[in-house]
């Protein structure tokens, strides 16, 4: 079945270490990808995208995302997380069907603790 | 633009009961959505519409009615809640994707969310 995987469920770090959330999808072909954050009692913010071209992204506030085609990745990153970051973070895939319209399918998030 | 609002914020509701979430986007989307977001199951689509007069079914659409009579509005309706209906539900938009070629610009933009109880 197509799908998204983030890999952890919760992550908790402290302030000023570095964070890697893991996402994997099971899509072949043409793919864009995206990375949204939830703040507590927020809607959803989009992070960052990739369509095409460079495969490391740069998002807001920091993220960036690299994009390997042959681990069917999108791994988001940050050097040195603050406690503002405390969130959750969904991985997203949108696959076109050959010109019809698609759709955007989610990871089930990754909740991120982040202690000052 | 006050880009896509919902309504209403919180709503609680009796099993069996019906009523309409409404949703808003102001950006001349062609593409709207509906989600709902359960602990630990991500954001699951429930509906979409590719344009006025056009819907189809995401991922999890029963329960769930969906009309799409202009560009502006994407109401769902819930005909008979149910306590499994209990959910956060966010509805999104986004530029149609065009037949051509390129960078096509698919960001959703999604609303503040609906919280929905259903006792």
């Known amino acids: 079945a197509q799908s998204v995987s983030q890999h952890n469920h919760h992550v908790i770090l402290s302030e000023a270490a570095s964070l890697e959330l893991g996402c994997n999808y099971s899509?072949?072909?043409?793919?864009?990808l995206f990375w949204y954050v939830q703040y507590p009692g927020q809607h959803l913010q989009l992070l960052l995208k990739?369509?095409?071209?460079?495969?490391l992204v740069k998002g807001i506030k920091g993220f960036e995302a690299e994009f390997i085609k042959s681990k069917f990745s999108f791994n988001l990153r940050k050097p040195s997380v603050q406690w503002s970051d405390t969130a959750e973070y969904f991985c997203a895939v949108y696959r076109n069907y050959g010109g019809s319209q698609g759709n955007l399918i989610f990871g089930k998030g990754t909740k991120l603790s982040v202690k000052p | 633009n006050a880009g896509v609002t919902q309504t209403p914020k919180f709503q609680v509701l009796k099993t069996g009961q019906s009523m309409t979430l409404q949703c808003a986007q102001d950006m001349n989307h062609e593409y709207m959505s509906w989600y709902r977001q359960d602990p630990g199951m991500g954001l699951r689509l429930i509906h979409y519409?590719?344009?006025?007069?056009?819907?189809d079914q995401g991922e999890v659409p029963n329960g769930y009615n969906v009309s799409r009579s202009t560009t502006e509005d994407f109401p769902l309706r819930l005909l008979s809640a149910a306590p499994s209906q209990t959910s956060v539900y966010f509805c999104?938009?986004?530029?149609?994707?065009?037949?051509?070629?390129?960078?096509?610009?698919?960001?959703?933009?999604f609303g503040p969310g609906t919280r929905l109880l259903v006792l």
């Open positions: 999104a938009s986004s530029r149609r994707r065009l037949k051509t070629s390129g960078r096509e610009q698919e960001t959703q933009y």
């Open positions: 990739y369509f095409s071209g460079d495969p």
């Open positions: 519409s590719v344009g006025a007069g056009i819907t």
């Open positions: 899509y072949g072909g043409t793919v864009n």
